[in-house]
């Protein structure tokens, strides 16, 4: 089901209606700024589709002043289809095929004004003295200008005078309304389903009901309406025929991650006093207050980076609203610049990213926090908020989903109670499940039988993880036993190129003999489950994916051919210096890490593991060195439950060992 069949003119609430969608249906639409149509055709073929985006806003497709800055499309000449973006045919082309690719086209839609002065539009139409193919002077207000202080007290102004010298259109005629009506009609007719009214408080909310009623069916309406509390105008007075922008969200957003504590946004929405959520189109920045304009104040644009990707993210996870994911182009300060010189798909080359396009809405952060939002759509709540009273927060989308974000400089390092099930999770703002969904792309997320996650999020970090990424449960260790984090070290000089692995488990003519356990016939009866915690390290990374056990038998079934068993990483309690710039466990997933407090050398395997499987407590390992001297020979260790030439660790322990020795040394967390 689509988002503009459940979001009326009427009103209908998101509360009420998110939680009986169907499974991932879309949430959140982006604002494709100054794009062409052929850009945005292939880019709901080739992204927006796929990543479950329900809808793009597009710039003015009416004809418009000629000129290289952006605002010229905002100056409309005529209603023709024929725009910087690209004609009519071209038009057609793009909706069709975005439909086709279960994208939705929003129009931004000019109600309020025709360009200002006089000249020749994109179509080549004249203009000038209030008078345009489709206008005479009789159909707009008497010239006079909107003061700054009006918006504060003169509704009148606000609504009758001209913004910005652009001339106003009498939107209470009735030949003014049945025009911009047949307009929007002949855009529905061509498959567009939603639009933007764009400066709607210049326009009275009665004006804009009488043009409702003149327009077919019920597309998605929402208005552009900039009210920080203290306007002549208010918000409110447009709800009855629409969505509402909640102008409010931006700035408080962006002074909280600015300025404040992330605390602070608990009840974050009606409770700080905006609109009801059913009726806000909410946004981090849009097309005017990242340039400064139309409401702008701690306004967090593509320009601040990670804070960007943190603010975003905490959006697209919170349940408020109906939201907006900008995508810009860099505009290098001059805040009247158009959009680059180059297509965004250029000759095969993706001009994203860099001093060009931005594509905000292809950051991996950000399209993660999408799919995050059409997964747990169906809890439309927050639960088991977490704080530290300051920028490191936790919360949970009931059973659907959970996340973390961390705007602070040091490692968020909590255990959290969610509402998920057991198992392993893909942290969809890095990585994607794989189709199998026996494997995940980056960093994996383990709740813990009892429902808890052991957070471990880097400084100004981010995860988050829903029910429709969770590894499939036959490729994991059982959900059950007693799982207690667990850390081996092994001391050993390795030089650069040197990885170090470890295999173990229970000796099976053991477990055969005292335990029940037929070994024999699987290596799993043997095996300690395990579930990697540190998956930082881009080296070690591709070894641990579907690395489920520590076991005598090295690969597992899906894990990389490269591994010899259960990969380590290396760490040291002093950085080299020699070494260049330090590297740390919890940023780098190698280095510097507090629990080292022995030396360098010091390969380091954590892990929770299912202490239920071992013997009082025990299980072996024997370390491994690829590309150096390889197996360990026999170990001799003292006082040890039962007879055996490996190392035997303590579950739930920290565990040192040196490399071809019989020394052991255990520690409490």
């Known amino acids: 089901m689509k988002l503009n069949k459940i979001i009326t003119t009427a009103g209908l609430s998101l509360g009420l209606t998110l939680p009986s969608l169907a499974m991932a249906a879309p949430t959140t639409f982006v604002h494709l700024f100054e794009w062409n149509w052929q850009d945005i055709a292939q880019e709901c073929e080739q992204f927006l589709g ?21 605002w010229t499309r905002y100056q409309p000449v005529s209603y023709q289809l024929q725009s910087r973006g690209g004609n009519r045919t071209q038009f057609i082309d793009m909706v069709n095929r975005c439909n086709s690719a279960g994208v939705d086209i929003y129009v931004d839609t000019l109600i309020n004004h025709m360009a200002a002065g006089n000249g020749t539009g994109t179509d080549g139409n004249n203009f000038g003295n209030k008078q345009y193919p489709i206008y005479s002077p009789q159909d707009f207000h008497q010239s006079c200008s909107i003061n700054p202080e009006d918006y504060g007290n003169n509704r009148y102004r606000v609504q ?64 552009e309406v900039i009210d920080q509390g203290t306007e002549a105008v208010d918000a409110s007075e447009y709800l009855s025929t629409g969505l509402v922008t909640e102008f409010k969200y931006s700035t408080q957003l962006g002074n909280t991650f600015r300025n404040g504590s992330l605390a602070w946004l608990s009840n974050f929405g009606e409770g700080w006093g905006f609109m009801p959520s059913s009726s806000a189109v909410v946004f981090v920045d849009n097309h005017d ?35 907006k994911v900008m995508s810009s182009y860099d505009f290098h300060g001059d805040t009247d610049a158009g959009g680059p010189s180059v297509p965004v798909h250029n000759n095969g080359n993706l001009e994203c990213f860099a001093s060009k396009w931005k594509c905000e809405h292809r ?135 040197q990885d170090m692995f470890v295999r173990g488990g229970i000796d099976h003519t053991y477990a055969n003999a005292n335990l029940g356990r037929n070994c024999q016939t699987t290596n799993v009866e043997c095996a300690m489950p395990i579930r990697h915690n540190n998956l930082k390290n881009n080296t070690t990374l591709p070894w641990k994916a579907n690395d489920n056990y520590l076991d005598w038998y090295g690969i597992e079934q899906g894990q990389s051919s490269e591994a010899q068993g259960t990969a380590m990483d290396w760490t040291t309690n002093i950085w080299p210096s020699e070494f260049g710039a330090q590297k740390t466990v919890d940023n780098d997933g190698f280095g510097v890490t507090a629990l080292n407090i022995w030396g360098e050398h010091y390969w380091m395997l954590d892990v929770d593991m299912d202490c239920s499987k071992a013997v009082n407590g025990w299980f072996e390992l024997k370390a491994f060195i690829k590309n150096g001297p390889e197996w360990e020979g026999d170990i001799n260790q003292a006082s040890i439950p039962y007879a055996s030439t490996n190392h035997m660790a303590q579950c739930g322990k920290i565990n040192m060992f040196e490399f071809n020795s019989s020394s052991v040394e255990v520690r409490d967390f």
Request: hydrophobic letters at 40%.
């Open 363 to 497: 950051w991996p952060y950000i399209a993660g926090g999408v799919d995050f939002r059409n997964n747990t759509a169906d809890n439309w709540v927050v639960t088991n908020w977490w704080d530290n009273t300051n920028n490191q927060i936790a919360f949970g989308r009931g059973s659907s989903g959970h996340m973390a974000i961390n705007k602070e400089d040091s490692t968020l390092n909590a255990t959290v109670q969610t509402d998920m099930a057991a198992g392993q999770y893909c942290n969809v703002l890095k990585g994607e499940l794989s189709g199998d969904a026996k494997s995940c792309s980056s960093e994996v997320i383990t709740v813990n039988s009892n429902g808890t996650i052991n957070l471990n999020v880097a400084p100004w970090d981010a995860m988050a993880i829903h029910k429709n990424a969770k590894l499939l449960q036959g490729s994991l260790p059982n959900n059950g036993g007693d799982w207690q984090r667990t850390v081996v070290f092994i001391n050993a000089l390795t030089q650069s190129g």
């Open 289 to 323: 207050n990242q340039r400064g304009h139309g409401g702008a104040g701690n306004v967090i644009t593509f320009e601040d980076g990670r804070l960007y990707d943190l603010a975003n993210v905490f959006m697209l996870a919170y349940p408020y609203g109906y939201p």
């Open 160 to 223: 009758h005078c001209e913004l910005v010298g652009l001339a106003d259109l009498n939107t209470a005629s009735t030949y003014v309304q049945n025009t911009l009506a047949a307009y929007i009609n002949d855009l529905q007719a061509l498959g567009v389903k939603g639009f933007r009214f764009d400066a709607a408080k210049h326009v009275a909310a009665s004006d804009i009901q009488s043009l409702m009623a003149k327009i077919n069916g019920s597309p998605v309406v929402f208005h």
């Open 50 to 70: 796929p990543k479950g985006y329900a809808a793009i806003q597009v710039s003015p497709p009416n004809e418009h002043i000629t000129g290289n800055q952006w």
